[in-house]
């Protein structure tokens, strides 16, 4: 049972795998650093094992006679390095010149038991010893780096190698060795990161193109078995909700259909009633009947619904229907951005924008139109200055077939859907519709709009 479970391909695998290959190329980082780097890999002097050689090689030498010290020093070189006596130092030991390498100087100090002990430290390109006897000696035979100690007796040994075989300062190559890890943790992590977070950020992409376009195509099936089988449960779940609201849609229209025969038929037979004014009432409230299912059939149908979700200027658009109103000898005011991209139902907007335009106009005066982008998208308000409505109804206007309230004009026709479809309509985009009175006189709308691209013109 646990290895059917570890062999699918779950989080809890994924996290597991990823764990295993961060540490493994981790190791592999650190052992490439170690094999290819050359001497950038290799220890320090004072941790090579360079010092305690030198040291045991200065005490035996120092413990022969006099005149066996130079045989000595020359049967002491190793393929690593070559050593050799002389009465004279290579430079002259200053203190500067026996700070050049503080580190290397204190271990062999520290092995020789004789912290005074003078130790230079050299290379062939150093200024001092350009021109120098001894140290063109040594260069003739290929030597670049030179450790020199005192001995007692005053005279020098020296240790010369032709190749670096120690590493760099130990701080130095603490910090190379973390970076490669870092690198190869950083990489692996975030590789594996990207790899489980793609699937997650379609899921969510496609559940805000749902809010906007209720048509979306189901997510393709990717990921992890717990993501693949959460996009199988929104895929139906997107399928059932376009197969309820077509269902809807077929029922309305059905029933609309069959409305319209007999108030057909009503109005046919009140031609045959005597009473004019009696007539009249009849022909009037069969109007208004019919004039009631054709709203709500277009409402509940919501024909702006099946427009594909396309990107395009906000603002532009708005100012496209101020225009329109302009050529009625209608002003409208616009403050805003000149330019700004959004991804929705550009046919559907329009319809709420003259919607809550015509409102104003009906019963108030010609509004005035802001747009303000914010960090979560952007809000438009729509402003009159009219008598407003009253604060107990500010959201009962949005509830079907409920007109504004008296005090805004009451003779305007309508059969209050206009702000109930308008408030679905940007719900449906991921924002929100309220009224709010403002303080001055007047009624302020507020279109939120969630996720806008802004570009100044």
Request: with cysteine; glycine share 8%; aromatic share 6%.
């Amino acid at each position: 049972m646990i290895a059917r479970l570890w062999m699918r391909d779950t989080i809890t695998r994924r996290f597991v795998l990823t764990i295993f290959v961060v540490l493994a190329a981790t190791v592999a980082m650190n052992g490439a650093f170690v094999t290819l780097s050359g001497v950038w890999g290799q220890p320090s002097f004072e941790k090579s094992g360079l010092p305690e050689a030198a040291a045991a090689t200065v005490r035996i030498i120092e413990s022969q006679p006099p005149e066996q010290r130079a045989a000595l020093a020359r049967s002491a070189g190793t393929r690593l390095y070559d050593v050799a006596r002389h009465a004279a130092p290579l430079v002259e030991p200053s203190a500067a010149q026996q700070d050049s390498y503080i580190a290397g100087r204190d271990r062999l100090r520290a092995l020789l038991e004789d912290p005074s002990r003078a130790i230079l430290f050299l290379h062939s390109g150093h200024p001092a010893i350009e021109g120098g006897a001894l140290a063109a000696e040594f260069m003739r035979r290929g030597q670049l780096y030179f450790v020199s100690v005192a001995l007692r007796d005053g005279s020098w040994i020296t240790f010369s190698a032709a190749e670096r075989s120690w590493g760099i300062a130990t701080p130095l190559r603490g910090v190379l060795i973390v970076l490669f890890a870092a690198a190869s943790i950083l990489g692996c992590s975030a590789a594996a990161a990207c790899s489980l977070a793609s699937p997650v950020a379609q899921l969510a992409g496609a559940v805000r193109r749902f809010g906007v376009d209720p048509r979306a195509p189901d997510i393709p099936v990717s990921g992890p078995v717990e993501i693949r089988e959460t996009i199988v449960a929104f895929n139906a779940m997107q399928g059932q909700i376009r197969r309820f609201v077509e269902d809807r849609t077929t029922m309305l229209a059905a029933i609309s259909h069959d409305l319209r025969t007999p108030l057909t038929r009503m109005r046919l037979r009140a031609e045959f009633i005597g009473d004019a004014v009696q007539q009249q009432k009849l022909f009037r409230d069969v109007d208004e009947m019919r004039n009631m299912v054709d709203s709500a059939l277009s409402f509940f149908r919501d024909d702006a619904g099946q427009e594909p979700a396309t990107s395009f200027d906000l603002p532009e658009l708005i100012k496209t229907i101020i225009d329109d109103y302009g050529d009625q000898g209608i002003r409208i005011d616009y403050t805003g951005p000149h330019h700004a991209r959004w991804t929705g139902r550009p046919r559907a907007l329009r319809r709420v924008f003259e919607n809550l335009i015509e409102n104003a106009l009906k019963h108030a005066t010609p509004p005035a139109i802001a747009l303000r982008i914010t960090d979560r998208g952007a809000e438009l308000t729509v402003r009159d200055r009219g008598p407003g409505v009253d604060p107990d109804k500010l959201e009962q206007v949005f509830m079907p077939f409920h007109r504004l309230s008296k005090a805004r004009n009451p003779s305007t026709g309508g059969m209050g859907l206009g702000l109930t479809s308008a408030r679905s309509i940007i719900r449906a985009h991921g924002g929100d519709l309220t009224l709010r009175n403002l303080a001055a006189g007047g009624l302020e709308a507020i279109v939120a709009l969630p996720g806008l691209s802004f570009e100044e013109a």
